[in-house]
């Protein structure tokens, strides 16, 4: 997966009416920037109960809300407990139903779990938030979990086709060319429309396709070589233009011609959207790393108050000056709130190199039955200095590196800026970490880097890696949580959405058999983990990694009411049927927004 290339859909100005700035229109804070900026205690602390509706909590006042009859795991690995008890947004207590019931008051809303199981709300640790619901609505996805098969993928474009007008673009996104088939063209394009011009971005970011009439708009010549800026077009084996064109300066001229103008309307709706599905699929709380613009903060706060999960970000290094406004609100081990709102600030995001997909992670060994490893988007020094850049910001490091070799020069950077022990500002994450070796995992931990893994690598493409990528030995090996086990190292695991479907689910499922859904075969049984690890991994453990481990990730006296229930226990379920459990309702500071 590669959020590098993506990303650039939503920070350049010529995919926005009215430019980049303008993304979220009219959505203006009420607040001036200083007085919005200003970071008193009193915006602090109502910030901290927002949705409550209630003033703060004083001892004696009682529950708002009394969970019993059911399953309640207070934190991951903790034995159930008999009730829950929350009030004005935060837990009260979590313990016997006895001891519990003495906040009852005349005005406690009683909650009976009919047997469910109620969990703390699942955390996703890198999820690309604006990035997700912008591609998802303005391309109509024909991803392999919609269409799985060839015939099905083409049936479908087809029908969009049918109901378009002739002359207007059909824009397709999330297209695997792994999973559903191998590569499309200009020839099998032409097949679903002659009358439309056709794109369809693949779900790696670095690849799309185009149909005759598409390539005829672009004006190409027969004789076109690299463009400027980087870029190609595909050529079939008599040398044709064969519709396929490659890497993000091409992709982009192209995107900006079939996509529809991102518009302020278009832009809340999408959010509100996604994130709906989100807490749908369980989810409480989402951090974006890196496609966040500093310039949105204020009007993305403000919408946060409206959403049904809670929202994060880290900054990409690129635009990490534009945080210097909120220097006062603190930056160091916990993440920074902006005030009045349900959006909260922690790391910068740097990406190391490309995907393994595209056999552009840049690995130590070559790709199978090839000689090349890939190349990181950094040499070695250069990243030294950009991490050094975000130690003196105050703020921890968060490197996307996906091939081993770019693993290393980024834990040689990190140790270089932060010391041989773990930082005192903050936990430094490495993101997918998908081909970590054990000595790293060793260095990891010596270091307090933890590493995220996108679990979803081996639910969709383990087989592929096995057999395409890297060969079954070192494919056995990605994605190495039960390493971590064994080091004694924290994890987490996210669904880095777009790039793979969201569901905090799919992941415990799949780091607990290990099993990939298109042939049905186990990928690396000794990495595989237990339901309670993996399900820290999607709570506590990913709370902590986004500087929330105070407020989120387990249901503590004091905490955040942020609640997931399941109408299914993920312990007492056949391991590969977790995924399928329904998600019954979710809870954000002690209110239901899904359910």
């Given amino acids: 997966m590669c959020l590098a290339c993506l990303s650039q859909l939503h920070l350049r100005d010529e995919f926005f009416a009215g430019g980049s700035a303008n993304f979220w229109g009219g959505m203006k804070p009420e607040t001036t920037r200083r007085g919005f900026l200003a970071g008193t205690a009193a915006a602090v602390a109502t910030a901290a109960t927002i949705g409550s509706g209630r003033s703060a909590f004083a001892a004696d006042s009682g529950a708002d809300v009394i969970f019993t009859g ?16 929350i009030g004005n947004g935060k837990v009260l207590a979590a313990g016997s139903q006895s001891s519990v019931m003495g906040l009852k008051t005349k005005n406690t809303k009683m909650v009976n779990l009919d047997g469910r199981t109620l969990l703390p709300g699942l955390v996703d640790p890198h999820n690309h938030v604006i990035l997700s619901s912008v591609y998802l609505e303005l391309c109509n996805d024909i991803g392999y979990t919609k269409n799985p098969t060839r015939a099905q993928l083409i049936d479908a474009m087809r029908s969009y086709a049918s109901r378009t007008p002739p002359g207007q673009w059909l824009t397709f996104s ?34 799309a396709c185009l149909n005759s009439k598409g390539l005829e708009l672009g004006n190409v010549p027969p004789n076109v070589g690299e463009i400027p800026g980087g870029g190609h077009y595909g050529r079939d084996a008599s040398g044709k233009l064969n519709g396929l064109i490659y890497e993000m300066p091409l992709i982009l ?9 991102i518009t302020p309307q278009i832009a ?10 989100a807490a749908a699929a369980g989810n409480t709380f989402l951090h974006e790393p890196g496609t966040v613009r500093t310039e949105w903060f204020e009007p993305y706060a403000k919408l946060s108050n409206t959403l049904p999960v809670r929202v994060s970000c880290s900054v990409m290094y690129g635009d990490f000056k534009g945080l210097d406004p909120y220097k006062n609100l603190g930056f160091g081990p916990k993440a920074v709130q902006i005030p009045n709102s349900m959006f909260t600030v922690f790391g910068i995001k740097i990406v190391g190199d490309g995907s393994d997909q595209t056999e552009t992670g840049a690995q130590t060994q070559p790709y199978l039955n090839t000689s090349a490893k890939g190349s990181p988007n950094y040499d070695a020094s250069l990243l030294k200095k950009m991490v050094a850049d975000v130690k003196a910001l105050g703020m921890p490091v968060q490197i996307h590196c996906n091939g081993d070799y770019a693993q290393d020069i980024a834990l040689d950077a990190i140790e270089a800026a932060y010391g ?29 880097v933890q590493p995220s893994f996108l679990m979803n690598h081996v639910r969709l493409y383990g087989a592929a890696y096995r057999d395409e990528i890297f060969g079954p030995a070192r494919a056995m090996n990605a994605d190495p949580a039960g390493w971590c086990v064994k080091e004694g190292l924290p994890f987490t695991l996210h669904t880095d959405s777009p790039c793979s479907p969201i569901g905090p689910l799919n992941l415990i499922e799949t780091a607990v058999t290990r099993r990939c859904v298109v042939d049905n075969s186990v990928i ?28 989120i990730g387990s249901l503590e006296k004091g905490k955040e009411a942020d609640i997931t229930i399941l109408e299914s226990n993920p312990y007492k379920v056949a391991p590969e049927t977790i995924s399928k459990i329904k998600v019954s309702e979710t809870w954000v500071a002690g209110q239901k927004k899904f359910g």
């Fill in 174 to 207: 999330n297209f695997d060319n792994l999973l559903q088939g191998g590569d499309l063209s200009a020839t099998e394009l032409d097949t679903v429309s002659t009358q439309h011009p056709i794109f369809v971005w693949y779900t790696n970011g670095h690849d």
């Fill in 524 to 551: 690396g049984k000794d990495q595989a983990v237990t339901i309670d690890q993996a399900l820290r991994a999607v709570t506590i453990d990913a709370a902590r990694q986004c500087g929330m481990g105070d407020r």
């Fill in 70 to 85: 059911g399953t309640i795991i207070p934190m991951a690995g903790a034995a159930p407990v008999g009730a829950l008890a």
């Fill in 253 to 261: 001229k192209y995107a900006a011609m079939a996509l529809p103008k």
């Fill in 268 to 277: 809340i709706k999408a959010v509100r959207s996604y994130t709906q599905m």
């Fill in 420 to 448: 041989s022990s773990p930082s005192p500002i903050g936990i430094n994450r490495i993101e997918h970490s998908t081909m970590a070796r054990l000595d790293q995992i060793q260095r990891m931990k010596k270091l307090g």
